[in-house]
């Protein structure tokens, strides 16, 4: 029996491969982007990035990316209440375009949440970094669908106890420190794919040198297969 | 009584009625005197709005507007279009309003008083749509209408038939220059209307508002005058300046800006919503003020980049930040040429910024002040012992203001993983502090 023809249906999705037409921005680290659906953070939508604490290079797994959607996407990155100054050095050095760095300081957490939103949903942002502390599914399910609206990157930050919270991100990813420069990325969820078991070892090392190696890594996939091998 | 509202009417009040009459109708009857400023003043800013539609706009006072309209048709697409907007324009500013076009200024006038809205091209054709017209349209002496009306003169038609030289005769030559200037057999120039170089506009309340939000309709209607008048100027601006006026000639003053010069009502309205949910007012309001004296040029080209690629309404997003989390809330980044790292950037405005490359070391944040460590044996500590990691950055700099440093910088590593940026001073008590975190 030919199995091509009934492989063809539309209505037959086939769990080993992720969904058509997942748009994602590369992360610039190969190893992660293959078990990414569509290569890289997903666009439109939430990627939840969850540690115990800082200083184990939660952004410099994103600054690739932030780096890359600066130079090209144009739009802001917006960066609501962030925990401590964002220095502008190092954002150089990791290869980010300043002009288009946007921070927002709301007083109240409540306007912390309605700033991530307006940001998510205006369409003018590229990507949106947050560092939200509460545990509200309600909230969590509009910024999503307020970053599918705006087709922004949506970056939350939270603590590692809320892992086993369900959550409306497209994205679920869990970090750990590893000996050296090491990193270790547990994918927890990921939309059109199975959660995947074992942690993936990444090196993000603290001297970056960003645009050598944003170059190095971005060279790795041609300029068109930008969003996906898997388109 | 002049004029009554909807309820009044219910209860059998009509205008024409004496007041005492009414009252007996209605014992709690509401009635106000007929301000005539304020009715000139409402004209005045009406026709200041109206600018934007044509720029030869006259005054007709008590109620009426008059704008040559036949060079304005081809650009707002026609008859019809053109009377939609200003009658939804009119409507959305509060004011019920009734419109004619006509050949002649008093033709478009009368027709608009006797609720003809009608468009009439040609001024052959004047007699025959003025003539079922009653005479009280004209804007004749009482006693002279009576006059008329005693001769058995009832309508536009009737009068029209009468001979003309008998007519000079009986109403005088004044009457007849308006029958002529009426049909368009003389010219009848009008004095055009000037706009004001500035916008201040101010709107008393019906009633004393305590909640910031009940001023959003007054304040709607006078940003609606504001950018009908900036569309007459060829103007826009960047800022909104509001006054809300307290009783004693106490004010507050609220000021909204946009990030790219704008004269989009809805998106100024957008913001000012957003501003007045947040707004805790001392006082009650009496009166709100808008003023636009800054105007700025809005050259066609930028009207292409505001008017195309932007739709109306839409936002900027940093307005609507700002709009509610204040201007200080909403910043962008820069690097500084400076040696001593907590002085090596700034906060810029948005999409502003010096990018200084840099080769050394660096954090991805920064604390907003050096946080002194703990030390164990002489040996600094966070949440653990911490590993050195890298080899030491000496920083000297800053002599020359007071402000000087002198710090060995290191790559350190707690036991449970995180990196930090700490360094040791080289003076004094030779202290440890965390500066920054590898994130």
Same mark, same amino acid.
Request: with cysteine.
């Given at each position: 029996?030919?199995?091509?023809?009934?492989?063809?249906?539309?209505?037959?999705?086939?769990?080993?491969?992720?969904?058509?037409?997942?748009?994602?921005? /590369?992360?610039?680290?190969?190893?992660?982007?293959?078990?990414?659906?569509?290569?890289?953070?997903?666009?439109?939508?939430?990627?939840?990035?969850?540690?115990?604490?800082?200083?184990?290079?939660?952004?410099?797994?994103?600054?690739?990316?932030?780096?890359?959607?600066?130079?090209?996407?144009?739009?802001?990155?917006?960066?609501?209440?962030?925990?401590?100054?964002?220095?502008?050095?190092?954002?150089?050095?990791?290869?980010?375009?300043?002009?288009?760095?946007?921070?927002?300081?709301?007083?109240?957490?409540?306007?912390?949440?309605?700033?991530?939103?307006?940001?998510?949903?205006?369409?003018?942002?590229?990507? %949106?970094?947050?560092?939200?502390?509460?545990?509200?599914?309600?909230?969590?399910?509009?910024?999503?669908?307020?970053?599918?609206?705006?087709?922004?990157?949506?970056?939350?930050?939270?603590?590692?106890?809320?892992?086993?919270?369900?959550?409306?991100?497209?994205?679920?990813?869990?970090?750990?420190?590893?000996?050296?420069?090491?990193?270790?990325?547990?994918?927890?969820?990921?939309?059109?794919?199975?959660?995947?078991?074992?942690? !993936?070892?990444?090196?993000?090392? %603290?001297?970056?040198?960003?645009?050598?190696?944003?170059?190095?890594?971005?060279?790795?996939?041609?300029?068109?297969? *930008?969003? /996906?091998?898997?388109? | 009584?002049?004029?009554?509202?909807?309820?009044?009417?219910?209860?059998?009040?009509?205008?024409?009625?004496?007041?005492?009459?009414?009252?007996?109708?209605?014992?709690?009857?509401? %009635?106000?005197?007929?301000?005539?400023?304020?009715?000139?003043?409402? +004209?005045?800013?009406?026709?200041?709005?109206?600018?934007?539609?044509?720029?030869?706009?006259?005054?007709?006072?008590?109620?009426?507007?008059?704008?040559?309209?036949?060079?304005?048709?081809?650009?707002?697409?026609?008859?019809?279009?053109?009377?939609?907007?200003?009658?939804?324009?009119?409507?959305?500013?509060?004011?019920?309003?009734?419109?004619?076009?006509?050949?002649?200024?008093?033709?478009?006038?009368?027709?608009?008083?006797?609720?003809?809205?009608?468009?009439?091209?040609?001024?052959?054709?004047?007699?025959?749509?003025?003539?079922?017209?009653?005479?009280?349209?004209?804007?004749? #002496?009482?006693?002279?209408?009576?006059?008329?009306?005693?001769?058995?003169?009832?309508?536009?038609?009737?009068?029209?038939?009468?001979?003309?030289?008998?007519?000079?005769?009986?109403?005088?030559?004044?009457?007849?220059?308006? +029958?002529?200037?009426?049909?368009?057999?003389?010219?009848?120039?009008?004095?055009?209307?000037?706009?004001?170089?500035?916008?201040?506009?101010?709107?008393?309340?019906?009633?004393?508002?305590?909640?910031?939000?009940?001023?959003?309709?007054?304040?709607?209607?006078?940003?609606?005058?504001?950018?009908?008048?900036?569309?007459?100027?060829?103007?826009?601006?960047?800022?909104?300046?509001?006054?809300?006026?307290?009783?004693?000639?106490?004010?507050?003053?609220?000021?909204?800006?946009?990030?790219?010069?704008?004269? #989009?009502?809805?998106? *100024?309205?957008?913001? +000012?919503?957003?501003?007045?949910?947040?707004?805790?007012?001392?006082?009650?309001?009496?009166?709100?003020?808008?003023?636009?004296?800054?105007?700025?040029?809005?050259?066609?080209? /930028?009207?292409?980049?505001?008017?195309?690629?932007?739709?109306?309404?839409?936002?900027?997003?940093?307005?609507?930040?700002?709009?509610?989390?204040?201007?200080?809330?909403?910043?962008?980044?820069?690097?500084?040429?400076?040696?001593?790292?907590?002085?090596?950037?700034?906060?810029?405005?948005?999409? #502003?910024?010096?990018?200084?490359?840099?080769?050394?070391?660096?954090?991805?944040?920064?604390?907003?002040?050096?946080?002194?460590?703990?030390?164990?044996?002489?040996?600094?500590?966070?949440?653990?012992?911490?590993?050195?990691?890298?080899?030491?950055?000496?920083?000297?700099?800053?002599?020359?203001?007071?402000? #000087?440093?002198?710090? $060995?910088?290191?790559?350190?590593?707690?036991?449970?993983?995180?990196?930090?940026?700490?360094?040791?001073?080289?003076?004094? $008590?030779?202290?440890?502090?965390?500066?920054? !975190?590898?994130?």
């Amino acid at each position: 029996m030919n199995l091509d023809p009934i492989l063809q249906r539309a209505d037959v999705w086939r769990g080993n491969r992720f969904p058509a037409r997942v748009e994602a921005v /590369s992360s610039g680290f190969g190893e992660l982007d293959e078990h990414l659906p569509g290569g890289g953070w997903p666009r439109g939508a939430l990627s939840e990035i969850l540690m115990a604490q800082h200083g184990i290079g939660a952004l410099r797994l994103l600054t690739p990316a932030l780096a890359r959607l600066s130079q090209d996407d144009k739009r802001w990155i917006c960066w609501v209440a962030p925990p401590y100054i964002p220095y502008a050095p190092a954002l150089v050095d990791a290869g980010i375009d300043l002009s288009r760095v946007l921070l927002v300081h709301p007083r109240a957490q409540q306007d912390g949440l309605w700033a991530v939103e307006q940001s998510l949903r205006s369409g003018t942002c590229s990507a %949106v970094l947050a560092w939200p502390t509460i545990d509200d599914s309600t909230a969590m399910r509009r910024l999503q669908l307020a970053a599918e609206a705006g087709s922004a990157l949506g970056f939350l930050f939270r603590p590692r106890r809320l892992a086993q919270r369900p959550s409306p991100a497209a994205l679920r990813v869990q970090l750990e420190p590893e000996p050296g420069n090491g990193l270790s990325v547990t994918i927890l969820k990921r939309r059109g794919g199975w959660a995947c078991g074992p942690p !993936i070892h990444l090196d993000v090392p %603290v001297q970056q040198h960003g645009r050598a190696m944003a170059l190095h890594s971005y060279s790795a996939t041609a300029p068109g297969n *930008f969003q /996906s091998q898997w388109q | 009584m002049l004029l009554c509202n909807t309820p009044a009417h219910s209860r059998g009040i009509c205008a024409g009625m004496p007041v005492a009459a009414a009252r007996a109708l209605l014992q709690d009857l509401i %009635v106000y005197p007929r301000d005539y400023a304020a009715e000139h003043k409402a +004209l005045q800013s009406l026709a200041a709005w109206a600018y934007q539609f044509s720029s030869q706009v006259s005054l007709y006072p008590p109620f009426a507007l008059l704008l040559e309209v036949r060079g304005s048709l081809t650009l707002f697409g026609g008859y019809a279009a053109l009377f939609q907007r200003i009658h939804d324009g009119l409507e959305a500013l509060g004011y019920a309003s009734r419109m004619a076009d006509a050949p002649t200024p008093l033709a478009a006038y009368s027709l608009a008083c006797c609720n003809h809205e009608q468009q009439v091209t040609g001024k052959s054709r004047l007699p025959a749509v003025l003539g079922p017209l009653p005479l009280s349209v004209l804007d004749w #002496d009482q006693t002279l209408l009576d006059r008329l009306h005693g001769m058995g003169v009832r309508r536009l038609a009737d009068l029209l038939r009468l001979p003309r030289d008998g007519l000079a005769r009986r109403l005088g030559a004044d009457s007849l220059l308006y +029958l002529d200037r009426l049909l368009g057999r003389c010219a009848d120039p009008q004095t055009l209307y000037q706009p004001p170089r500035r916008f201040r506009h101010r709107l008393q309340l019906p009633a004393e508002v305590e909640q910031a939000g009940a001023l959003l309709f007054a304040l709607q209607r006078l940003v609606l005058e504001l950018c009908g008048w900036l569309q007459g100027q060829g103007a826009a601006i960047q800022e909104l300046d509001i006054r809300l006026w307290h009783r004693e000639q106490k004010q507050t003053r609220l000021k909204i800006g946009v990030h790219r010069k704008s004269r #989009d009502a809805q998106q *100024f309205i957008a913001l +000012l919503r957003e501003r007045l949910e947040r707004l805790q007012l001392a006082q009650a309001v009496i009166e709100v003020e808008l003023r636009a004296d800054h105007l700025l040029a809005l050259d066609a080209q /930028s009207l292409d980049m505001f008017g195309e690629k932007r739709e109306q309404g839409q936002i900027d997003l940093l307005d609507r930040l700002r709009a509610r989390l204040g201007d200080a809330a909403v910043r962008g980044l820069s690097t500084v040429a400076e040696h001593r790292p907590e002085y090596a950037w700034s906060y810029s405005e948005p999409g #502003d910024s010096q990018q200084l490359a840099h080769d050394r070391q660096r954090p991805l944040w920064l604390l907003p002040v050096p946080r002194q460590l703990k030390t164990q044996d002489n040996w600094p500590c966070l949440q653990g012992r911490l590993e050195l990691r890298h080899s030491r950055e000496r920083i000297e700099s800053g002599w020359w203001d007071e402000q #000087d440093i002198a710090r $060995d910088y290191f790559v350190a590593r707690n036991p449970s993983g995180s990196c930090y940026w700490i360094y040791r001073e080289l003076t004094g $008590d030779r202290r440890w502090f965390l500066q920054g !975190i590898f994130e």
